[in-house]
């Protein structure tokens, strides 16, 4: 029975999970907000469902603050790296990606938003499933510096990170075992973050 015993004390320590976990979370969410290959908002809600489930204190805070942390250090290396793009003749790679993924008609919308709202349609554009992208190139033609940008963008990922971090929360109030609170929580990201382009498709053109 020795080697049972042996199993059961290698399973990592809620710190030592902790010591990985974190860092983790803080990389990927960096790299979502550079790149769209990375479901964010799944991975804080998945995050907060396993604090759930943890006994060290202040496990809920942890995720809170590395993941709004890592969401505003990538928007603002993605935006630093746009205003270098604005500011050249030939632009740059990262500009052109920012604009392929922002069509047309939102770019247009997002302008006329933030021509209206200012630095508020930055907190909404992070809350809005694929509205983060069109109201930062509507930033970036506007040409706002990168301070006033910042300004905005952190009550963004403030509120982004509660958002999704309430779905964890809630998906592990309804589920004993963490791994199905894990499951309901990336099923409701995902329905969270479909439903507008699902909306938009049976709604239709819009007439004019």
């Known amino acids: 029975m020795n080697w049972l015993g042996a199993a059961v004390t290698s399973i990592p320590t809620e710190p030592t999970q902790q010591a990985f976990g974190y860092p983790s979370l803080f990389l990927l969410v960096l790299i979502g907000a550079l790149v769209p290959v990375v479901p964010t908002g799944a991975l804080v809600s998945s995050a907060a469902v396993v604090a759930m489930h943890q006994t060290l204190p202040f496990s809920m805070l942890m995720v809170f603050a590395t993941a709004s942390l890592a969401a505003f250090c990538g928007d603002m290396a993605l935006y630093w790296?746009?205003?270098?793009?604005?500011?050249?003749?030939?632009?740059?790679?990262?500009?052109?990606?920012?604009?392929?993924?922002?069509?047309?008609?939102?770019?247009?919308?997002?302008?006329?938003?933030?021509?209206?709202?200012?630095?508020?349609?930055?907190?909404?554009?992070?809350?809005?499933?694929?509205?983060?992208?069109?109201?930062?190139?509507?930033?970036?033609?506007?040409?706002?510096?990168?301070?006033?940008?910042?300004?905005?963008?952190?009550?963004?990922?403030?509120?982004?990170?509660?958002?999704?971090?309430?779905?964890?929360?809630?998906?592990?109030?309804?589920?004993?075992?963490?791994?199905?609170?894990?499951?309901?929580?990336?099923?409701?990201?995902?329905?969270?973050?479909?439903?507008?382009?699902?909306?938009?498709?049976f709604r239709g053109p819009a007439k004019a």
């Not at 008609?105 to 907190?123: F, P, S, T, Y």
């Not at 930062?136 to 403030?158: I, K, S």
């Open 81 to 201: 790296l746009g205003r270098r793009g604005v500011g050249s003749k030939n632009g740059s790679r990262w500009l052109e990606a920012i604009r392929s993924r922002a069509p047309e008609d939102r770019l247009e919308q997002a302008q006329d938003k933030l021509a209206e709202h200012d630095v508020a349609v930055l907190v909404l554009s992070r809350l809005v499933p694929a509205g983060r992208i069109p109201v930062m190139l509507a930033c970036l033609l506007a040409e706002w510096p990168l301070r006033r940008f910042a300004r905005g963008n952190l009550p963004a990922c403030l509120a982004w990170a509660v958002t999704y971090q309430l779905i964890g929360v809630l998906s592990g109030a309804l589920f004993s075992k963490p791994w199905e609170g894990v499951a309901a929580a990336i099923a409701l990201t995902v329905l969270v973050s479909g439903a507008p382009s699902v909306w938009r498709r």
